[in-house]
Every structure is written in structure tokens, then in C-alpha cells.
């Protein structure tokens, strides 16, 4: 019987020697950084915040159970491995998620200057109707926005009239507008008004061009 309970107890230090002696999943831990850290290197901060800070606190987490199991007699690394992987799938989250935001900011870029370059190269060559441009068709407006009149400039009961520039694009959409006779506090309501105007496309032969017209606004109190 006492070699019974003797081989017990050897059973029970063994085990218990081989618990306290565990060694930290090093390889899944680090493994967890680098995704971290290769999301953060990829832009993850400004195309993925969301998803980086998740990894971040999953990061965290791992750290703080791995703090909690070197502070411990008896180790066990079953819920660090766990912690571990999870770490690691939300930075390759946040890594991809970085990848997709930054292709998606660069395309928006690409459009946003392809349409600006569009602008441009249409404002050059927009005619005046009336120049001998041609026989063209003027365009007529089939979308008409009021100008909100502004509260400071009711208020002072400033009024008048705001002569604008519009280039209208062969689709008929105002590209650009300047004010050519000014009214400091009415110019920018009259602005915002009118490049919400629209037309039908102006001709030239029967081609859509652009061309240049010029409209008034007219603010009274």
C-alpha cells in the first residue's frame, strides 16, 4: 500500500513539475507581433484605424496573459496560444484591410485628378456663345437652384445683384464659376447656387462643347 501511495506521489511531482516548467508559445507569439506590426507598416493607422486598433487590444491582451502566466507557479499556456491566434488574425486582418483602404484612396485620388485634368482641359476650351464660335446652340437650364440668401448679409440688408462666369460642360453641368461683379458677403451663396445649375448640353454643329455663359444673380431683402 505505502509503494502505492509513494508511486502516486512521484506521479503527482512529476506532473506537477512538468506544469510549473511549461514554456510560452514563442513561436505563435511573435508570430502575432509581426502581423501587428506589418499592418501598422502598411498604413493601418490611416486606411484602418478600426480594424488596428482591434489587433492593438487583441495584442494587448495577449501580453497581459502572458504577464499573468510568468507570475504564476503552475503554467499553463492553453489560453496564450488561444489569445495568440486570435492577436494574429486580427493584424492580418488589419494588414488586408490596410491594402483594400489604400487602393480604394488611390483610386478615389486617380478619379478625383482625372477629373480635375477633364476641368481643366474643358474650361481651355470653352467658347463664348456669341464669339462667332460657329453656329451654336445655347444651352437652356433645366435644373435651377436658389441661392441661399446669408443671414448676416439679410441682417445688414445688403442687396444686389452678383454677375457670375459659368462654364458649362458638354454634358451640360457647370465645371467652374467665378464672380465677376462682386458683392463680397452674396458671392459665395451665388456660387454654391449656381454651380448646381444644370443645362442641356451646348452644341457646336451639333456637337456638345463647352462654353462660356454669363448669369446674375439677384439678391433681394
Do not use: H
Not at 446669408?150 to 464659376?177: F, H, N
Amino acid at each position: 500500500m505505502r509503494a502505492i501511495v509513494r508511486f502516486r506521489a512521484i506521479v503527482l511531482s512529476l506532473a506537477i513539475t512538468c506544469t510549473g516548467c511549461a514554456s510560452p508559445p514563442n513561436a505563435d507569439v511573435d508570430a502575432a507581433k509581426a502581423a501587428l506590426d506589418k499592418a501598422a507598416t502598411d498604413g493601418a493607422g490611416q486606411y484602418a484605424p478600426e480594424s488596428l486598433k482591434a489587433a492593438q487590444d487583441a495584442q494587448a491582451a495577449l501580453e497581459v496573459e502572458l504577464k499573468a502566466q510568468e507570475d504564476n507557479w503552475l503554467k499553463s499556456y492553453d489560453k496564450t496560444k488561444e489569445l495568440a491566434a486570435a492577436a494574429k488574425a486580427a493584424g492580418d486582418k488589419a494588414e488586408a484591410d490596410a491594402v483594400a483602404g489604400k487602393e480604394k484612396a488611390d483610386a478615389v485620388a486617380a478619379k478625383a485628378k482625372a477629373d480635375a485634368a477633364a476641368t481643366t482641359k474643358a474650361r481651355l476650351a470653352a467658347v463664348r456663345i456669341g464669339r462667332g464660335q460657329g453656329q451654336i446652340t445655347a444651352p437652356t437650364k433645366i435644373k435651377d437652384v436658389k441661392p441661399v440668401y446669408p443671414g448676416i448679409a439679410r441682417s445688414a440688408r445688403v442687396a444686389g445683384v452678383v454677375v457670375i462666369e459659368a462654364t458649362i460642360g458638354p454634358d451640360g453641368k457647370v465645371i467652374d464659376a467665378k464672380v465677376v461683379r462682386s458683392i463680397p458677403l452674396l458671392d459665395q451663396a451665388a456660387l454654391d447656387a449656381v454651380r448646381q445649375w444644370e443645362y442641356t448640353p451646348p452644341l457646336r454643329n451639333g456637337v456638345p462643347v463647352p462654353v462660356i455663359v454669363t448669369v446674375t444673380i439677384n439678391f433681394t431683402p
